[in-house]
């Protein structure tokens, strides 16, 4: 009769504490991680794009200014590529261009890298997904940090130049990293090369069909020699951008050399503005680096079109959220005040992508919510029913 007490007080103590979890919900967050190769996740997908800088020596005397990319650095897609740059990288000293002789030889270099990241079904009512009547609490991206390309060709191995003295080893780069909504749809691609049709490239988001808002070249357009207006003049435009026009003298990077942005040719791709956009910096070590994107994860933007990767250029007072909006001369400081890369220090991170061999330093999204009060319940419920299985069997 003790025996039957005890159990009958328990049963009170638990049926007491379901009803409490089941009005309250837990205090302690359900967490689904999304990594590809994970748990038979497999929704990962990411690309890069990336462009350079190849400046003349005479440009002044000799009229003939710096070249933006070359065709294989803007052609190339990365959707097979085991890791992107999310950077702004000094590329070489001197190049030399075969078909260009009137050039001779040019340089230096500078390239920049950028990166396309989704991560498909997180939100759902299927196993291993995020139910999207639930509160998500916090999301967090990790990213794995690692040696840049140095100076190696866009594609198929062509010789930069003949002196290697002139090229750059891959190292760790350090900067601030952005992190955007993107609002068209991208095709990623699996393969590493000069892109295929509808792939994103750092020319056209769709090969052949369609262009970049920012074009990176426009037949007998001409650019400054300036390596920070040279690393926003490529690829996607954002909603907040007024300049997309041809020449605007009162443009903050006008220079005595056309600095022009092309018309848009299609609605804008970024939205930086979004609340929960992210600027973070991220040392010059080789390892994760983590960012909160619960906002963004919230909005459902990570796995609708993704998000866009980005280096910003350092100031001399420090990174700041307001950096690309330096184009409409309301924030950002007076662009000479940037630093741009030199052979011993670049802005930004590499990052292992989805299809590294690695797959623990893959892209890895942590999503924690709270989980259905009935979910509580039940374990509550299972509790009691344990309860009264031990009494039964005493």
């Known amino acids: 009769m003790k025996r039957l007490s005890c159990g009958i007080a328990c049963a ?77 990288l000094f590329h070489s000293t001197r190049d030399y261009i075969p078909n260009r002789p009137e050039l001779g030889i040019t340089g230096p270099i500078y390239r920049y890298g950028r990166m396309f990241l989704k991560f498909n079904d997180i939100i759902g009512t299927g196993p291993g997904q995020v139910s999207p009547d639930l509160t998500i609490t916090r999301a967090t991206l990790e990213l794995y940090n690692t040696e840049d390309f140095g100076s190696a060709a866009a594609v198929d191995n062509n010789i930069l130049t003949d002196d290697p003295n002139d090229l750059e080893d891959p190292k760790l780069s350090g900067g601030a990293i952005a992190i955007y909504p993107v609002r068209v749809p991208i095709v990623f691609g699996k393969d590493v090369g000069v892109a295929g049709k509808n792939r994103v490239t750092g020319d056209e ?9 920012v074009r990176c070249s426009e037949g007998g357009q001409t650019y400054p020699e300036d390596p920070v207006a040279a690393s926003w003049i490529c690829g996607p435009r954002d909603i907040n951008d007024i300049h997309q026009g041809a020449e605007d003298p009162n443009h903050p990077l006008h220079t005595s050399h056309a600095t022009r942005r092309e018309g848009a040719v299609g609605p804008p791709e970024l939205d930086w503005s979004h609340p929960g956009s992210v600027v973070a910096l991220q040392d010059a070590t080789e390892g994760t680096k983590s960012f ?20 910003l250029m350092a100031p001399t007072t420090g990174f700041h959220h307001s950096v690309p909006n330096f184009w409409t001369g309301e924030a950002g400081g007076d662009p000479s005040s940037f630093f741009i890369p030199t052979r011993d220090e670049n802005y930004g991170n590499t990052y292992r992508t989805s299809a590294h061999p690695d797959i623990g330093s893959r892209p890895k999204l942590i999503v924690e919510f709270v989980p259905e009060p009935a979910t509580s319940g039940l374990l509550g419920l299972g509790a009691l029913a344990l309860l009264y299985r031990r009494r039964y069997q005493g």
């Open 12 to 88: 009170v103590f638990v049926i007491s504490h379901i009803v409490l979890l089941s009005a309250t919900g837990s205090a302690d967050a359900d967490i689904l991680t999304f990594q590809n190769g994970i748990d038979g996740y497999d929704g990962t997908r990411d690309s890069g794009i990336r462009w350079g800088l190849n400046l003349g020596f005479a440009a002044r005397e000799t009229g003939i200014i710096g070249d933006i990319g070359t065709y294989e650095f803007r052609s190339t897609n990365l959707g097979g590529a085991t890791k992107i740059e999310v950077a702004n």
């Open 292 to 311: 909160d994107v619960t906002r963004l994860v919230q909005d459902g933007i990570f796995d609708s079109y993704g998000v866009y990767l980005t280096s």
């Open 205 to 213: 988001y769709k090969r052949s069909k369609q262009s970049w808002s």
